[in-house]
Protein backbone atom coordinates (compact mmCIF):
# COMPACT_ATOMS: atom_id res chain seq x y z
CA UNK A 1 0.00 0.00 0.00
CA UNK A 2 2.87 2.50 1.19
CA UNK A 3 4.53 1.69 -2.15
CA UNK A 4 1.43 2.22 -4.20
CA UNK A 5 0.80 5.75 -2.78
CA UNK A 6 4.55 6.53 -3.17
CA UNK A 7 5.63 6.94 0.47
CA UNK A 8 8.22 4.20 0.61
CA UNK A 9 11.15 4.50 -1.88
CA UNK A 10 11.11 2.21 -4.90
CA UNK A 11 14.04 0.16 -4.31
CA UNK A 12 12.78 -0.05 0.11
CA UNK A 13 11.37 -3.79 0.12
CA UNK A 14 12.19 -4.08 4.00
CA UNK A 15 9.52 -5.06 6.26
CA UNK A 16 8.06 -2.12 8.53
CA UNK A 17 8.85 -3.02 12.08
CA UNK A 18 9.25 -0.86 14.44
CA UNK A 19 9.69 -0.79 18.80
CA UNK A 20 6.21 -0.07 18.43
CA UNK A 21 5.07 -3.58 16.80
CA UNK A 22 6.66 -5.12 19.27
CA UNK A 23 4.68 -3.70 22.56
CA UNK A 24 1.91 -6.15 23.84
CA UNK A 25 -0.93 -3.80 23.45
CA UNK A 26 -0.50 -2.96 20.00
CA UNK A 27 -2.98 -4.38 17.51
CA UNK A 28 -3.42 -4.47 14.00
CA UNK A 29 -7.02 -4.67 13.04
CA UNK A 30 -7.85 -6.54 9.50
CA UNK A 31 -10.90 -6.67 7.23
CA UNK A 32 -12.03 -9.08 5.05
CA UNK A 33 -13.50 -8.94 2.19
CA UNK A 34 -16.62 -11.53 1.35
CA UNK A 35 -13.63 -13.59 -0.20
CA UNK A 36 -11.96 -13.89 3.48
CA UNK A 37 -9.13 -11.76 1.39
CA UNK A 38 -7.45 -8.76 3.36
CA UNK A 39 -9.41 -5.96 2.25
CA UNK A 40 -7.85 -3.10 5.06
CA UNK A 41 -5.70 -2.86 8.08
CA UNK A 42 -5.20 -0.46 11.00
CA UNK A 43 -2.75 -0.47 13.71
CA UNK A 44 -3.39 0.92 16.88
CA UNK A 45 -0.23 1.83 19.45
CA UNK A 46 -1.16 2.80 22.88
CA UNK A 47 1.07 4.73 24.83
CA UNK A 48 4.04 3.71 27.14
CA UNK A 49 7.21 3.99 28.70
CA UNK A 50 8.65 3.59 24.81
CA UNK A 51 5.75 6.77 24.25
CA UNK A 52 3.82 6.41 20.61
CA UNK A 53 5.04 6.99 17.21
CA UNK A 54 4.18 10.80 17.17
CA UNK A 55 6.60 11.74 19.80
CA UNK A 56 8.97 11.37 16.89
CA UNK A 57 7.54 14.89 15.26
CA UNK A 58 4.71 15.98 17.67
CA UNK A 59 6.53 14.95 21.30
CA UNK A 60 5.73 18.96 22.44
CA UNK A 61 2.11 18.49 21.56
CA UNK A 62 1.88 14.91 23.20
CA UNK A 63 3.55 15.76 26.36
CA UNK A 64 0.69 18.73 26.77
CA UNK A 65 -1.63 15.69 26.50
CA UNK A 66 0.07 13.77 28.73
CA UNK A 67 0.42 16.23 31.26
CA UNK A 68 -3.20 16.85 31.39
CA UNK A 69 -3.99 13.30 32.33
CA UNK A 70 -4.33 11.87 28.58
CA UNK A 71 -4.06 8.55 28.07
CA UNK A 72 -3.52 8.13 23.89
CA UNK A 73 -3.71 6.14 21.26
CA UNK A 74 -2.19 6.52 18.04
CA UNK A 75 -3.51 4.96 15.07
CA UNK A 76 -1.04 3.76 12.20
CA UNK A 77 -0.77 2.28 9.37
CA UNK A 78 -4.04 2.15 7.25
CA UNK A 79 -4.87 1.57 4.47
CA UNK A 80 -7.17 -0.76 1.86
CA UNK A 81 -6.26 -2.87 -0.57
CA UNK A 82 -6.27 -3.00 -4.42
CA UNK A 83 -9.71 -2.44 -5.85
CA UNK A 84 -11.57 -1.95 -2.43
CA UNK A 85 -11.25 1.54 -1.62
CA UNK A 86 -14.69 2.25 -2.34
CA UNK A 87 -15.83 -0.41 0.75
CA UNK A 88 -16.93 2.10 2.87
CA UNK A 89 -18.38 -0.80 5.17
CA UNK A 90 -14.97 -2.30 5.76
CA UNK A 91 -13.53 1.01 6.46
CA UNK A 92 -16.21 1.99 8.94
CA UNK A 93 -15.44 -2.08 10.63
CA UNK A 94 -12.23 -0.87 11.02
CA UNK A 95 -12.89 2.27 12.71
CA UNK A 96 -14.93 1.13 14.80
CA UNK A 97 -13.44 -1.96 16.30
CA UNK A 98 -10.47 0.88 16.75
CA UNK A 99 -12.75 2.60 18.83
CA UNK A 100 -14.37 0.10 20.37
CA UNK A 101 -10.94 -1.73 21.57
CA UNK A 102 -9.21 1.82 22.51
CA UNK A 103 -12.29 3.27 24.36
CA UNK A 104 -14.29 0.66 25.88
CA UNK A 105 -11.87 -2.29 26.39
CA UNK A 106 -8.42 -0.41 27.27
CA UNK A 107 -9.52 2.66 28.45
CA UNK A 108 -7.79 5.28 26.97
CA UNK A 109 -8.81 8.57 26.68
CA UNK A 110 -7.98 9.96 22.85
CA UNK A 111 -6.79 9.10 19.49
CA UNK A 112 -4.01 10.88 18.04
CA UNK A 113 -3.39 10.19 14.01
CA UNK A 114 -0.92 12.04 11.75
CA UNK A 115 -1.80 11.81 8.59
CA UNK A 116 -1.10 13.76 5.16
CA UNK A 117 -2.81 17.06 4.58
CA UNK A 118 -5.04 15.69 1.52
CA UNK A 119 -6.20 13.05 4.06
CA UNK A 120 -7.54 15.68 6.89
CA UNK A 121 -10.78 16.64 5.98
CA UNK A 122 -11.84 13.21 5.89
CA UNK A 123 -10.98 12.14 9.52
CA UNK A 124 -11.81 16.03 10.65
CA UNK A 125 -15.50 15.99 8.99
CA UNK A 126 -16.07 12.58 9.19
CA UNK A 127 -14.93 11.16 12.75
CA UNK A 128 -14.68 14.34 14.44
CA UNK A 129 -10.91 14.70 14.61
CA UNK A 130 -9.20 18.18 15.29
CA UNK A 131 -6.05 19.20 14.11
CA UNK A 132 -3.74 20.42 16.59
CA UNK A 133 0.34 21.94 15.27
CA UNK A 134 1.60 22.44 12.05
CA UNK A 135 2.70 20.51 9.63
CA UNK A 136 5.86 18.56 9.17
CA UNK A 137 7.59 16.16 7.08
CA UNK A 138 8.07 12.44 7.79
CA UNK A 139 11.07 10.33 7.55
CA UNK A 140 9.29 7.52 7.82
CA UNK A 141 6.88 8.43 4.54
CA UNK A 142 9.97 9.52 2.80
CA UNK A 143 9.62 13.00 4.29
CA UNK A 144 5.69 13.22 3.24
CA UNK A 145 4.12 16.39 5.01
CA UNK A 146 1.62 15.49 7.73
CA UNK A 147 -0.71 16.75 10.39
CA UNK A 148 -1.25 15.60 13.59
CA UNK A 149 -5.03 15.44 14.67
CA UNK A 150 -6.63 14.36 18.11
CA UNK A 151 -9.79 13.03 19.07
CA UNK A 152 -11.17 13.03 22.46
CA UNK A 153 -13.81 10.03 23.23
CA UNK A 154 -15.55 12.30 25.21
CA UNK A 155 -16.26 14.45 22.69
CA UNK A 156 -17.35 11.66 20.18
CA UNK A 157 -19.58 10.21 22.49
CA UNK A 158 -20.89 13.39 23.43
CA UNK A 159 -21.99 14.26 19.44
CA UNK A 160 -23.04 10.55 18.72
CA UNK A 161 -26.24 11.18 20.81
CA UNK A 162 -26.66 14.24 18.85
CA UNK A 163 -26.02 12.81 15.31
CA UNK A 164 -25.36 9.66 13.61
CA UNK A 165 -21.49 9.71 13.03
CA UNK A 166 -19.47 7.57 10.82
CA UNK A 167 -19.04 4.74 11.26
CA UNK A 168 -21.69 4.42 13.51
CA UNK A 169 -24.24 5.59 11.03
CA UNK A 170 -23.39 2.05 9.63
CA UNK A 171 -23.01 -0.32 12.10
CA UNK A 172 -25.36 0.63 15.19
CA UNK A 173 -24.72 -1.42 18.47
CA UNK A 174 -26.41 -0.76 22.07
CA UNK A 175 -23.79 0.25 24.72
CA UNK A 176 -23.85 -3.47 25.78
CA UNK A 177 -23.71 -4.90 22.71
CA UNK A 178 -20.54 -2.49 22.14
CA UNK A 179 -18.99 -3.53 25.18
CA UNK A 180 -19.11 -7.15 24.23
CA UNK A 181 -17.36 -6.88 20.93
CA UNK A 182 -14.77 -4.67 22.69
CA UNK A 183 -14.29 -7.64 25.40
CA UNK A 184 -14.13 -10.01 22.38
CA UNK A 185 -11.42 -7.79 20.52
CA UNK A 186 -9.47 -7.57 23.74
CA UNK A 187 -9.50 -11.68 23.68
CA UNK A 188 -8.93 -12.17 20.20
CA UNK A 189 -5.67 -9.85 20.33
CA UNK A 190 -2.32 -11.98 20.87
CA UNK A 191 0.73 -9.93 22.05
CA UNK A 192 4.06 -10.83 20.25
CA UNK A 193 5.92 -13.63 22.08
CA UNK A 194 10.15 -13.57 22.55
CA UNK A 195 10.44 -16.08 19.90
CA UNK A 196 8.33 -14.23 17.40
CA UNK A 197 10.47 -10.59 18.35
CA UNK A 198 13.55 -12.80 17.75
CA UNK A 199 12.72 -14.01 14.78
CA UNK A 200 13.26 -10.87 13.28
CA UNK A 201 16.69 -10.68 14.19
CA UNK A 202 17.89 -8.16 12.27
CA UNK A 203 15.03 -5.53 12.64
CA UNK A 204 15.07 -6.02 15.97
CA UNK A 205 19.25 -5.54 16.28
CA UNK A 206 18.58 -2.05 14.52
CA UNK A 207 15.88 -1.43 16.77
CA UNK A 208 17.32 -2.03 20.01
CA UNK A 209 20.35 -0.03 18.62
CA UNK A 210 18.25 2.93 17.38
CA UNK A 211 16.67 2.97 20.99
CA UNK A 212 16.54 5.54 24.03
CA UNK A 213 18.22 3.32 27.15
CA UNK A 214 14.04 3.68 28.72
CA UNK A 215 13.15 2.01 25.18
CA UNK A 216 15.85 -0.90 25.74
CA UNK A 217 15.32 -1.63 29.16
CA UNK A 218 11.43 -2.10 28.08
CA UNK A 219 12.78 -4.48 25.28
CA UNK A 220 14.91 -6.36 27.15
CA UNK A 221 12.03 -7.31 30.10
CA UNK A 222 9.91 -8.44 27.15
CA UNK A 223 12.18 -9.91 25.29
CA UNK A 224 15.52 -11.42 26.55
CA UNK A 225 18.12 -12.76 24.14
CA UNK A 226 17.50 -16.55 23.79
Request: hydrophobic residues 40%; glycine residues 6%.
Amino acid sequence: IYHRLGYNSQNDTSIRFSIFDAMPETTTLIAEDKKGEIAGVLTLVFDSPVGIPADGIYRPHIESMRNDGAYLCELISFGTADGTRGSVKNIAGLFFCAYLLAWRARKATHFVINVTENHEKFYCNNLLFTRIGPAKRCKRIQGTPVVLLVLPFELGNKMREICRLFPVSILDYSAEQENQIAQQLLKMAIPMTAEEFNSFSNLATDIYENSTSIQKTVLTDLYPSP
